[in-house]
């Protein structure tokens, strides 16, 4: 006998309470797929478009970072910024110079341009990095804003959403989009070993800035914290020992301070987890994704079903690329079928994807993703 239709929210939250629900969430990322498809990956755009998709929709914490944007203005405190913006061949070029009662810091980014073979949304490349060395530091705590503390902005995005999923507020670590941006990231290796004070330091700041927006989104009714640790990643090139060492203390700090309020926290890697997923669910994390399969990554689906499946909700599994851009309906349907069968019982499983479906993915195999989910994903 089918278990009575549930909600996209009811569902979710049965899955991370590992129970059965009328079936296993859908709720693979979609928004590259969306603005190539689209125009736009807004969260009416999810719902209209997407009507099977169970919501774990992220939003930002409204903290401005300074180090991944580049407005014309600068509303920060006793600095002075000069910002130069220019064509340089394909990309756009932005030198900026801040200078702060703590001394002078500059920075050199390109800007690559959308929708072309850079993708929908490419990266900036950093020429010039704001941190060169400890000497630095001080002047840096001044080009941080101020961390947002107003969440009415909630509201609206709550009501579009409605019981349809779940709203998540997104949080970085400290390495990502923070510390990883200030330094380029190979010199930030090198200071574990070199220089580990100044290691250190980097971190502290940026790994206080995060709590403090974990504590405001939650005090702001934040019911989930999407807090994004990819940066921090093995696959980026940090080895298992130092990610015991030095990132599993501050993960758990992020999902202690989140259980506190009675929320839930739910840890993004896209990357390889064979080597730390055991570590980051000791940290008490209710979701981990995107846990992405071989050949891209290494997650082994039964392995993890069997050893931290019962503490942590497992979500994403299927390959963006090599399965739902590059197969067909029918290896889709395998690959979804047998997910499933691994992971379904028992609860504690979202089905999604490695990462967002891309721009230029069929539509048919998008459907047949869906259609699959659906038809072998009912308890």
Not at 57 to 86: C, I, M, S
Not at 112 to 138: I, M, Q, W, Y
Not at 283 to 295: K, Q
Not at 320 to 327: D, K, Q, R
């Amino acid at each position: 006998m089918s278990k009575p239709t549930m909600t996209g929210r009811e569902r979710i939250l049965a899955a991370i309470r590992h129970e059965e629900a009328d079936r296993v969430p859908i709720a693979p990322r979609v928004w590259a797929w969306l603005i190539g498809e689209y125009g736009s990956q807004d969260l009416a755009m999810h719902l209209r478009v997407l009507p099977d998709l169970d919501q774990m929709h992220p939003v930002d914490d409204g903290t401005f970072n300074t180090l991944d944007a580049f407005p014309d203005t600068y509303a920060l405190p006793e600095v002075k910024v000069e910002q130069r913006k220019y064509q340089e061949g394909d990309f756009v070029a932005v030198e900026r110079t801040f200078y702060t009662p703590a001394g002078k810091l500059s920075d050199r980014i390109l800007i690559p341009p959308s929708g072309r073979e850079f993708g929908v949304t490419p990266n900036e490349v950093r020429t010039e990095h704001l941190v060169k060395g400890p000497e630095d530091l001080a002047a840096l705590r001044y080009v941080l804003a101020p961390i947002n503390t107003n969440y009415d902005r909630l509201a609206e995005p709550r009501r579009i959403l409605g019981d349809r999923g779940v709203l998540l507020v997104t949080v970085r670590g400290a390495v990502d989009h923070n510390a990883g941006h200030a330094r380029d990231m190979a010199d930030l290796m090198v200071d574990y070993y070199d220089n580990r004070s100044f290691f250190d330091a980097q971190l502290a700041i940026f790994h206080q800035r995060s709590l403090a927006q974990v504590k405001a989104a939650l005090e702001g009714g934040a019911e989930f914290i999407f807090g994004c640790w990819y940066f921090t990643s093995l696959s980026a090139g940090w080895s298992p020992a130092i990610f015991k060492e030095v990132f599993v203390p501050l993960i758990r700090e992020h999902v202690e301070l989140t259980h506190r309020y009675g929320a839930y926290y739910s840890y993004y890697d896209d990357g390889k987890l064979a080597g730390s997923m055991d570590l980051i669910a000791c940290t008490g994390v209710d979701v981990l994704e995107t846990c992405t399969p071989p050949p891209t990554g290494d997650f082994d689906l039964a392995h993890a079903k069997r050893t931290i499946g019962q503490k942590t909700t497992i979500k994403g599994y299927i390959d963006l690329l090599h399965v739902v851009m590059n197969g067909t309906p029918v290896t889709i349907e395998a690959t979804v079928r047998t997910a499933l069968e691994i992971a379904k019982p028992g609860g504690g499983f979202i089905i999604g994807s490695s990462d967002s479906f891309r721009e230029g993915t069929p539509r048919e195999n998008v459907e047949a993703y869906f259609a699959a989910c659906i038809k072998h994903g009912r308890y």
